[in-house]
């Protein structure tokens, strides 16, 4: 007779008149994936709702930084374009806030490691890819969450949507588009550091994306030799779908760049991600 692991058995449900038995379910069954990627990314989403700093850097500092960029740059680029500097600088902070928020995803993870919480994960009958799939879950709902804020500042200080509902909706989809595939890249880097400080690096390629793309100014107030790395960047390719999406202009090619970093840059860390993880969580 072959022995069942408790953890493999699942008892179904009694009915009346009928035998009550226990049937086999595999502790990686696809059925069992969606709900406990729900149950953990509540978990998540939770912890980060209770944490004041968590909160302030990913909502306040974004609206901030947004009233700050129109009042210092608003009138020069509508002088400049002819448009509100809105139009470019609503998507801009909506990807920085996306971008800034995944250290603090990793931060977290490295200290869940640290603390065994993973490896205790491990050990209990939860579907293998639940885990990571549900940071990278509630990375997207808090990437929306901050699109969502700073579109409302954005509302409030004269921006506009003139391209209908339905661009609308895709509008508030895009930076988490790019913003979970960074997320993944930070997550891999995390799993494989032993410190914070590689992790907390990636500020500095932020700060670059940021400050060199064409939500700050126009892609031609930039040096010449320095256009086709602002003009192909990730972070100006989106910009630039959201401004089509909002005011006028291409949506098919930005957008289509777009997906494809976001889907480049995933499909390079799927599986040291995976990798990493799975190390991670069997620590201890």
């Excluded at 500092?61 to 680029?77: E, K, Q, R, T, W």
């Excluded at 630039?240 to 949506?251: F, N, T, V, W």
Aim: hydrophobic residues 55%.
């Amino acid at each position: 007779m072959t022995l069942e692991s408790p953890e493999s058995l699942v008892s179904a449900p009694y009915r009346p008149g009928g035998r009550h038995r226990r049937e086999k379910v595999w502790e990686n069954s696809p059925k069992r994936l969606v709900p406990q990627v729900a149950v953990l990314t509540g978990r998540i989403l939770r912890r980060w709702s209770r944490d004041p700093a968590t909160l302030v850097q990913s909502l306040v500092m974004p609206a901030v930084f947004l009233v700050a960029l129109d009042i210092v740059l608003g009138d020069v680029i509508e002088q400049v374009t002819g448009h509100s500097g809105l139009y470019g600088q609503v998507p801009l902070v909506a990807l920085v806030g996306g971008m800034t928020g995944a250290i603090i995803g990793a931060v977290g993870i490295m200290r869940e490691r640290e603390a065994g919480l993973l490896s205790r994960f491990w050990v209990v009958p939860v579907h293998r890819a639940a885990g990571l799939l549900a940071r990278l879950a509630a990375d997207f709902v808090r990437i929306v969450v901050i699109t969502l804020v700073v579109m409302v500042v954005g509302l409030a200080l004269g921006f506009r949507f003139e391209q209908g509902i339905l661009a609308a909706v895709v509008w508030v989809f895009m930076p988490a588009l790019f913003g979970v595939a960074l997320s993944a890249a930070v997550l891999t880097l995390a799993l494989f550091s032993s410190s914070t400080i590689a992790p907390q690096a990636t500020e500095i390629v932020i700060a670059i994306l940021m400050f060199f793309s064409i939500g700050f100014v126009p892609l031609d107030q930039y040096p010449k030799w320095l256009q086709p790395f602002v003009e192909h960047q990730p972070v100006s390719t989106t910009i630039k779908a959201m401004k089509g999406l909002s005011l006028e202009g291409p949506i098919a090619q930005p957008v289509l760049l777009s997906v494809l970093w976001a889907a480049g840059i995933a499909a390079v860390c799927a599986v040291p991600l995976a990798i990493g993880f799975r190390k991670a969580s069997k620590r201890g």
